[in-house]
Structures are given as structure tokens and as C-alpha cells.
């Protein structure tokens, strides 16, 4: 799918360079095993393991690899959340993020709240590519992304896993339910990562010790005057039914009988 030429001003903005701000989030680590709150009104996340969504942590290793293949100028990571966020923007500048924005607000944000914020942060920093995972682990929404191109009205590609820059423009292999789909994406765009787009670069102590050098802007919510209401009410969330237990098979005609009964039961329902 080819998309209409490019403008002499996006030709001038890749020739010299990207600008790339990542969106990263913080999520109860994915090693760590998820409680219910006893009433029922979310998940337990005190005193519990936290680090970046792995999606986003995808998205910034591509935004680091473009870096340093002279391809991108700079890299911002942005997040949204409390003090307690500037752990994963550090892991951020840790990776190669040469400067970090934390948005502060104490409030679970909706999707489209979160839409928003980006899209301010957007319109400030001008980047000319736009990096997020496809989506967080805690909802699994994969919405933001799309919401924020909307907002933005940027062209967009979701769950990459290739990203190449072509002359003056980008080459994006993306996974869909038949296969993989080829796409040229002009600039400004915005891009969600899946996990086949890399494998993101482990981060060791002296990484952390310079990235705590590098610039980290703390920018109040209520700055950005924007309506961020909640939308959604959630009712109650419980833990998923316990899976049955398996049997042990002897042989493989016991197997087939298995299988059989098994097949008999579902065409009967």
C-alpha cells in the first residue's frame, strides 16, 4: 500500500534526522502473579513489582536502533503517572532515550485521557515519529495508539515488527491475522510495536548511573487544561474460573477414546 508523496518539509525532517518521542507505561511487571482486590474494584499493586510494559520497552529499543544507525537525532520517553513513573523513564534513558517527560497526575486515566496528554506533548515537542507498544499488559486495551493518531490525524501503523527507513520514507512490515502486511508510511506517523520487533537490550548498573544525568522535565497534568473525565465505570473484576484438572493418559488408545468423547460432546452442544 503506497501512501501519497511526501511534502519538501518531511523530505527536509528525515533527511536530517528523526526526531522520535516513545510513550512508556508502568505496569505491575508481567513476572509478577496478579491478585484481585478482595471488594473487587481492581488489582492489588502495593508493594508489588513494577517496571515498563514490554511493548513499550519494544518500541523505545526500535526508537534506539534507528539512533544509531543515523537514522533518528533524538529520542524522547514520555510517561504519565506519579513520582513512582520516573523508575521506568530512567529505565528508558538507561536504553538510549536522551531526555525524559513525566506527566503528573495521581488518577487512573482513561484511554482517550491519555490520547490527549500525548497529543499535547506531541504538539510541543514536534517529533516526527510517534513510538508506542501496541499495547499494556495491565488492560490490554491496544487503543491508544490508534486514538492518538486520530486526535493527531498522522497516518498509522499498528503491531509492527520491522520497521526500515527507505530514502524518505518507511518501510513497515506489521502482523495481522493472515500473515504480515507491508506497508511505506509517510511522515509525521505514528507506530505501534509487537513483540517480533526486537529484542530489547538488557540494562546494566552503569546505564542507570549516566542515564541519571540526562535531562528529566516533570510537567503537572493540570497544566494541559484538558477534559479527562472518566467515561467508563468498571463494576467489578474477579479472578478467572480455575482450569479443570487434566488427566493422565496410559496409552494412545486411551487417547483416541479421549479424543472422541471429546468430539462427540461438542458436536452434541
Not at 507505561?25 to 514490554?54: F, L
Not at 523508575?87 to 513525566?102: E, F, K, Q, S, W
Amino acid at each position: 500500500m503506497d501512501l501519497p508523496q511526501r511534502t519538501k518539509k518531511n523530505d527536509i525532517c528525515l533527511g536530517k534526522q528523526m526526531k522520535i518521542l516513545v510513550a512508556v507505561k508502568r505496569v505491575i511487571d508481567h513476572n509478577v502473579r496478579i491478585h484481585v482486590k478482595a471488594d473487587g474494584s481492581g488489582v492489588e499493586n502495593e508493594n508489588v513489582r513494577m517496571s515498563m510494559n514490554p511493548f513499550c520497552k519494544h518500541a523505545l529499543e526500535a526508537a534506539v536502533r534507528l539512533k544509531e544507525q543515523g537514522d533518528a537525532s533524538e529520542i524522547i520517553v514520555v510517561s504519565i503517572g506519579s513520582k513512582k513513573a520516573t523508575d521506568v523513564l530512567l529505565t528508558g534513558l538507561a536504553m538510549g532515550a536522551d531526555r525524559a517527560i513525566l506527566v503528573l497526575s495521581e488518577d487512573a486515566l482513561e484511554t482517550l485521557a491519555i490520547a490527549k496528554i500525548l497529543q499535547k506533548i506531541v504538539e510541543q515537542e514536534k517529533p516526527d515519529l510517534v513510538l508506542m507498544g501496541k499495547q499494556a499488559v495491565d488492560d490490554d486495551a491496544s487503543q491508544t495508539p490508534q486514538m492518538l493518531a486520530g486526535l493527531l490525524n498522522w497516518p498509522q501503523v499498528t503491531f509492527a515488527n520491522k520497521i526500515i527507513v527507505d530514502g524518505v520514507s518507511l518501510n513497515v512490515t506489521r502482523e495481522v491475522d493472515f500473515g504480515l502486511q507491508e506497508l511505506r508510511l509517510n511522515l509525521p506517523a505514528v507506530i505501534s510495536a509487537d513483540l517480533g520487533l526486537n529484542k530489547p537490550r538488557n540494562v546494566a548498573l552503569p546505564m542507570v548511573m549516566r542515564a541519571k544525568k540526562k535531562p528529566l522535565d516533570i510537567q503537572p497534568l493540570e497544566e494541559f487544561n484538558l477534559d479527562i473525565k472518566a467515561r467508563l465505570k468498571t463494576e467489578n473484576i474477579s479472578e478467572p474460573a480455575d482450569r479443570a484438572k487434566g488427566k493422565d493418559i496410559s496409552c494412545v488408545d486411551n487417547l483416541v477414546v479421549e479424543i472422541k468423547n471429546i468430539t462427540s460432546n461438542l458436536e452434541m452442544a
